[in-house]
């Protein structure tokens, strides 16, 4: 069978993945064949193989390459699954390299992302990374908040002890912890179940740890050898250094200074020069108290001094690390406070630009009020001043005929005559009366007489100026009064009327109506201004009119009548033409 299909690089990555912890030594393997079948690999794969790298180099506490492992992978700036993944172990390769500013400005970076972040896994992942961070960063009670977030968030195929690790770890920080808490041993129980020796190791250290302080001497030698085997085979530095320190912390206890000097000077070499840790801590602290005791007060010393240092760096590093984290939370905070200013600003900006429009709007909507307000002001004063104007109308005119009714027309003839007089003016007013129209009436209807009425008007209209008044003095009367007419010219003006008029007979619906009138003149000349006069003079012309037989004119002051032939048919005469 060809060996390719075996070969470990054609397993994939997600399965590869999927026994980082579980099964570590194969999980090497894997990587190994991985590499060497590197240009076989997709971009996609490639992508995922550097994160495994900088996994496995975060693991063995080589920081420097697994951040430049992890830096090629968010070098796309792609947010998906691994993404995150990467950002997440990025936090805490950066912590690993004692870089908690960073680490703590990049968690809570990420935190604010959380809810963005659907992809389970990367959730999942990213929740452990910070409440292991947090708890590290001296906030147990926030690391605890996404150790529930997790078990919540336990993605399907996913064991719970991930989670439940986290909730330990943050009890721990938070010094809620005793050895025979029940979230501690069923962690150890379900991490164990599940096979991941990596966690379930962690737990039984903190157990281990737990015992120790609560002088359960005997359980905590048991519980070390018991995990012993797993440690050594899994070569987890950090549980490396824990175990050998443990092991010098117990026998010293015990009473056993040889065990307990041996595991000392086991913890002192597996660490490098400058490093420092709490093992290293609880290693030198061991080792004076052993030579102290023996009397070996220059080796007593020299551990002293190694032991100040470690304390003082060990104090040092988690003072550096809260300072950091008070650090990148205050910055964090004043960048938020920032961002919500700078939206309050605008909200103030945006209102401040509504108010303006919302003014202008006002603005536009006052003016259109305005402009509505004085179009309907101008328009009642229009219709105010047409009804005024009506009225006006309707008090001074004949409602058949239009002309000025008999008051107006008086008051208007003594205005003119008035004006008249002052510049010594001549006029006359004239008396019209239609010859026998109660016959007219009576042959025809009121309708016709009203007809006949208006037709008369008209005629009478025709033949005067505009300076002329025309009025109607009541029934079939009417008055004029001409304007700068001296007492000739009012004759014959009279006497076209009187012929207009007879000449003009009205025709209604196949009837012919002939129209005659009488007219008496009386003139300024001889009378002079006074209306009253001259009314009198016109009416006793006209009187004379009808007397001497109608359709003709005759002229106050005039012996005789006006010199106007008198045609035969002088009576009108009512004709029906067929
Ligand atoms: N159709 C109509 N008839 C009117 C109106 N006002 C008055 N009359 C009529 O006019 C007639 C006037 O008649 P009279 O005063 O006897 O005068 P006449 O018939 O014209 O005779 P003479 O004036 O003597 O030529 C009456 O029958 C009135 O009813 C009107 O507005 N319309």
């Known amino acids: 069978a060809p060996a390719s299909t075996t070969t470990p690089s054609r397993m994939p990555l997600s399965q590869v993945d999927a026994i980082r912890t579980t099964d570590h ?35 063995e506490g080589r920081y420097s390459d697994a951040m430049a492992a992890l830096q090629e992978v968010l070098a796309g700036g792609q947010q998906d699954a691994l993404g995150v993944r990467a950002t997440a172990m990025l936090m805490n390769t950066l912590t690993g390299q004692g870089k908690y500013a960073e680490a703590y400005a990049m968690a809570t970076r990420a935190a604010d992302t959380l809810p963005s972040v659907t992809d389970p896994t990367a959730r999942f992942v990213l929740l452990a990374n910070l409440s292991q961070m947090l708890t590290f960063a001296g906030q147990p009670q926030i690391a605890m908040t996404y150790a529930d977030m997790m078990l919540k968030a336990t993605p399907k195929g996913v064991s719970r002890c991930e989670a439940m690790v986290q909730k330990v770890v943050a009890l721990e920080g938070a010094r809620q912890l ?4 029940p979230e501690l041993l069923d962690t150890i129980d379900v991490c164990k179940t599940n096979g991941q020796p990596i966690f379930s190791n962690t737990m039984s250290l903190i157990l281990v740890d737990r015992l120790l302080e609560e002088n359960r ?9 018991r995990i012993t085997p797993s440690i050594e085979a899994a070569r987890y530095f950090p549980h490396l250094i824990d175990l050998s320190s443990a092991r010098a912390r117990i026998f010293e206890a015990m009473g056993n200074k040889p065990e307990a000097r041996k595991a000392a000077l086991e913890t002192v070499a597996m660490n490098h020069p400058g490093d420092t840790n709490e093992a290293l801590r609880f290693a030198y602290r061991v080792l004076y108290s052993i030579e102290k005791a023996q009397g070996h007060y220059a080796d007593a010393l020299l551990y002293y001094e190694n032991y100040v240092v470690q304390d003082q760096g060990y104090l040092r590093d988690a003072n550096v690390r809260t300072a950091a984290y008070e650090a990148a939370s205050q910055h964090f905070r004043a960048e938020k406070l920032e961002t919500e200013g700078l939206s309050k600003e605008n909200r103030i900006l945006r209102l401040q630009q509504a108010l303006d429009a919302k003014a202008v709007e006002t603005g536009r909507l006052y003016i259109t009020v305005m402009a509505i307000l004085l179009a309907s002001i101008a328009f009642w004063m229009v219709r105010i001043k047409r009804s005024q104007l009506r009225f006006k109308w309707l008090s001074s005119c004949d409602s058949l005929t239009g002309i000025f009714n008999h008051q107006h027309f008086m008051g208007e003839s003594g205005r003119a005559l008035r004006a008249l007089e002052k510049r010594a003016g001549e006029g006359c007013l004239i008396f019209l009366d239609l010859d026998h129209f109660k016959q007219v009436n009576d042959s025809h209807g009121h309708a016709v007489g009203d007809a006949v009425l ?55 619906d ?35 009119a009808k007397r001497t037989g109608r359709n003709r004119v005759v002229v106050d002051g005039d012996d005789r009548s006006a010199a106007t032939p008198f045609p035969a048919h002088t009576r009108p005469v009512d004709s029906t033409t067929a």
């Open 25 to 59: 030594a194969r999980f090497l393997t894997m990587l190994d064949a991985l590499h060497r079948d590197i240009d076989a690999l997709s971009p996609q794969d490639r992508r995922y193989l550097r994160f495994l790298d900088g996994w496995q180099a975060n693991y």
């Open 178 to 181: 005793m050895a025979s808490s």
């Open 217 to 225: 001497l005997d359980e905590a030698l048991a519980t070390l050898r």
């Open 454 to 508: 208006k037709h008369a008007v008209a005629i009478c209209k025709g033949q005067l100026r505009k300076a002329d008044l025309l009025g109607r003095l009541g029934g079939e009367e009417f008055g004029m009064f001409l304007m700068d007419a001296p007492r000739l010219q009012g004759t014959v003006v009279a006497d076209r009327i009187r012929l207009s008029l007879a000449a003009s007979p009205l025709i209604v």
């Open 510 to 544: 196949d009837v012919v109506v002939s129209i005659s009138a009488s007219i008496g003149l009386a003139c300024t000349d001889t009378i002079g201004y006074d209306l009253q006069r001259l009314f009198r003079g016109s009416d006793a012309a006209l009187y004379l």
